[in-house]
């Protein structure tokens, strides 16, 4: 089978992508929608390119469906999972992508705890609420995978606010999800993913130091790729990751401990 028509081993399943109208959670939406998932895309506001991507997913031929909602408002929580479960009676994979973008645009120019704050609401709150909200319907239902998103340098650290940032939001997703798992076996699988240097937004502007960092510091030599990480995505929520649980994965292409900058630029 070619590599534009892989199993379709998620045929009639459903699953929510949260944060995919671009970057990391489209790649994983799409990857899903190709292993035969219907996908929820999730987005905050940008209905024209979470619409975008659903015309991508149908293209796959399955279902899409786009909802709106502000993830750093709880009350918006119940509300995505009222409708993700509606929309086809229930839900059996659910990635928690949905992250603040606090590195570029006009909040990259935001304080230490404006930035904080931001991480804190849509990173860890919104992924523990999910989780728990979702997690739980699952297990009632039987079956489910829930999948989150950490970060590869929280068990390592970073010098610099966005290292101290990152390591604070993204190291309580990875331990809150070693936890989850416990707490839903053994009906609800949960696993995290920790992406290292993924070539997004940031990085597509990225000076020419971080470049060369990025490449560095993974045995790869290279930039990571959203689809890298989606198809890790689509393993672990797959049936042939049926034996793991409470598990972070780093998709980093290998960490190059020797290659650690040992200065502070990491804003």
């Not at 899903?32 to 895309?41: E, N, P, T």
């Not at 973008?101 to 523990?128: C, M, N, R, Y």
């Not at 597509?204 to 990571?224: H, I, K, P, T, V």
């Amino acid at each position: 089978m070619s590599a534009d028509a892989p199993s379709r081993i998620l045929e009639s399943q459903t699953a929510v992508v949260t944060g995919a109208s671009s970057g990391i959670g489209r790649a994983i939406a799409l990857e899903l929608a190709r292993a035969g998932a219907a996908v929820l895309i999730h987005a905050r506001q940008n209905r024209k390119a979470a619409e975008s991507v659903a015309e991508e997913v149908r293209a796959w031929g399955v279902e899409a469906c786009v909802v709106l909602e502000d993830l750093a408002d709880r009350d918006h929580h119940e509300a995505l999972v009222e409708q993700a479960w509606s929309w086809r009676h229930g839900v059996q994979i659910w990635v928690n992508n949905a992250g603040a973008d606090v590195l570029t645009g006009a909040p990259a120019q935001w304080s230490f705890d404006e930035k904080l704050e931001a991480l804190w609401q849509v990173d860890v709150l919104a992924t523990i609420r999910l989780s728990r909200l979702v997690g739980q319907r699952m297990k009632e239902a039987g079956r489910g995978a829930i999948l989150n998103v950490g970060w590869d340098g929280a068990d390592r650290g970073m010098a610099g606010d966005s290292g101290e940032l990152f390591a604070a939001a993204k190291g309580a997703v990875m331990a809150f999800t070693r936890s989850l798992a416990q707490s839903l076996a053994p009906e609800v699988r949960a696993n995290c993913l920790a992406p290292g240097w993924i070539k997004t937004a940031w990085g597509d502007r990225a000076s020419g130091y971080w470049q060369d960092r990025a490449r560095r510091e993974s045995l790869r030599g290279r930039w990571g790729t959203p689809e890298d990480v989606a198809r890790a995505a689509r393993f672990l929520v797959s049936p042939e990751a049926d034996f793991i649980t409470g598990q972070v994965i780093a998709v980093n292409g290998g960490f190059n401990s020797g290659a650690t900058d040992s200065g502070a630029r990491a804003d």
